[in-house]
């Protein structure tokens, strides 16, 4: 039995094949970060002074936002199922949809990209300071959303020429234009984009890995903490594959996994790195931080420690060190 047919203007309907509990999970791992967990993550990276992370992970963190919208559009309008949306309401998801592959795997790639600067500086003793490099910062920032832009403008063309290709029906969960030429440019360009993101991740652990093979005394001192970036390298190899199984998907749709490991990126973002200390203890502020450990060194004369002890008959428990 074919997985796909035909209406009479030749338009393919029913190519993904889901269920009512597959669609309620799509919208639920779609929404309930773009609507909830990342604006708490942003707010707290935003306004609280304990907090600071590279604009490219808050970029990162709108994108995914931005990506939730678009993916919840038919459910604000209530058309999630029933009778096909409007043309102009579908050409306005499928034009934004179509826009989030290359908006995502450009923001990824942007904050694997300035990890990478910023690990390759502490591994030659250096320290990164984006002052220095404001250029490169902006075109990191603004380059997704140029990407972005692009992908919307072109799908919108296509699909206002041609009305009869863009449906809900076709791809179960969202509304989707039937386009190849549209789609391979896609797929290509957002294909290069992960390919660099695979490069760099790589590179990044290999200079992780000399750095910890060099002897501990000998090896330059970091002031970094290494496990954000170990958590960039996790999720950056997740949001690959997601992106990858996304342009499949894309190009050659017949299961609706592809869409429902894309859509759980938003949510291991939320837990990745809303895990971190530094995040948690502004979540539970009323919880007391636990108490750090001092240790005190001491370099005194036992001779004159004893004489004192000997006139006062003051016993005293002290640790002391020898020096």
Same mark, same amino acid.
């Given at each position: 039995?074919?997985?796909?047919?035909?209406?009479?203007?030749?338009?393919?309907?029913?190519?993904?094949?889901?269920?009512?509990?597959?669609?309620?999970?799509?919208?639920? %791992?779609?929404?309930?970060?773009?609507?909830?967990?990342?604006?708490?993550?942003?707010?707290?990276? %935003?306004?609280?002074?304990?907090?600071?992370?590279?604009?490219?992970? *808050?970029?990162?963190?709108?994108? &995914?936002?931005?990506?939730?919208?678009?993916?919840?559009?038919?459910?604000?309008?209530?058309?999630?199922?029933?009778?096909?949306?409007?043309?102009?309401?579908?050409?306005?998801?499928?034009?934004?949809?179509?826009?989030?592959?290359?908006?995502?795997?450009?923001?990824?790639?942007?904050?694997?990209?300035?990890?990478?600067?910023?690990?390759?500086?502490?591994?030659?003793?250096? =320290?990164?300071?984006?002052?220095?490099?404001?250029?490169?910062?902006?075109?990191? %920032?603004?380059?997704?959303?140029?990407?972005? %832009?692009?992908?919307? *403008?072109?799908?919108?063309?296509?699909?206002?020429?041609?009305?009869?290709?863009?449906?809900?029906?076709?791809? &179960?969960?969202?509304?989707?234009?039937?386009?190849?030429?549209?789609?391979?440019?896609?797929?290509?360009?957002?294909?290069?984009?992960?390919?660099?993101?695979?490069?760099?991740?790589?590179?990044?652990?290999?200079?992780?890995?000399?750095?910890?093979?060099?002897?501990?005394?000998?090896?330059?001192?970091?002031?970094?903490?290494?496990?954000?970036?170990?958590?960039?390298?996790?999720?950056?190899?997740?949001?690959?594959?997601?992106?990858?199984?996304?342009?499949?998907?894309?190009?050659?749709?017949?299961?609706?996994?592809?869409?429902?490991?894309?859509?759980?990126?938003?949510?291991?973002?939320? *837990?990745?790195?809303?895990?971190?200390?530094?995040?948690?203890?502004?979540?539970?502020?009323?919880?007391?931080?636990?108490?750090?450990?001092?240790?005190? =060194?001491?370099?005194?004369?036992?001779?004159?420690?004893?004489? =004192?002890?000997?006139?006062?008959?003051?016993?005293?428990?002290?640790?002391?060190?020898?020096?």
């Amino acid at each position: 039995m074919s997985s796909a047919t035909e209406t009479s203007d030749g338009l393919r309907v029913n190519i993904v094949k889901g269920t009512h509990s597959e669609l309620i999970l799509f919208l639920v %791992l779609n929404m309930w970060p773009s609507h909830l967990g990342l604006p708490i993550l942003i707010a707290i990276v %935003l306004f609280s002074k304990r907090v600071y992370r590279h604009p490219t992970f *808050l970029n990162l963190c709108v994108a &995914f936002v931005i990506s939730g919208l678009s993916s919840s559009l038919l459910v604000y309008a209530r058309r999630t199922t029933g009778p096909e949306p409007s043309r102009m309401l579908c050409l306005l998801q499928s034009s934004l949809l179509y826009g989030v592959p290359p908006l995502l795997s450009t923001a990824a790639f942007t904050l694997v990209l300035q990890m990478f600067f910023t690990i390759r500086a502490a591994f030659f003793g250096r =320290e990164y300071n984006d002052g220095d490099h404001f250029i490169r910062l902006w075109v990191m %920032l603004v380059s997704p959303y140029l990407a972005f %832009l692009v992908c919307i *403008l072109a799908t919108a063309t296509v699909g206002a020429a041609n009305p009869s290709k863009v449906s809900r029906s076709r791809r &179960f969960f969202y509304c989707s234009l039937e386009s190849s030429p549209l789609t391979n440019t896609l797929t290509v360009y957002s294909a290069i984009i992960l390919l660099s993101t695979t490069v760099v991740v790589v590179w990044t652990m290999a200079l992780l890995y000399k750095h910890l093979s060099i002897d501990k005394a000998a090896r330059p001192k970091w002031k970094m903490d290494l496990s954000l970036p170990v958590r960039i390298i996790v999720f950056g190899i997740y949001t690959t594959i997601a992106l990858s199984l996304s342009l499949l998907s894309i190009h050659s749709p017949s299961t609706p996994v592809p869409d429902i490991v894309i859509a759980s990126a938003a949510t291991l973002h939320v *837990l990745v790195f809303g895990s971190q200390k530094d995040i948690l203890s502004v979540l539970f502020f009323w919880k007391r931080p636990f108490p750090q450990e001092v240790s005190e =060194e001491y370099h005194v004369d036992l001779k004159a420690v004893f004489e =004192e002890e000997a006139r006062s008959g003051v016993k005293r428990n002290k640790t002391v060190v020898i020096g």
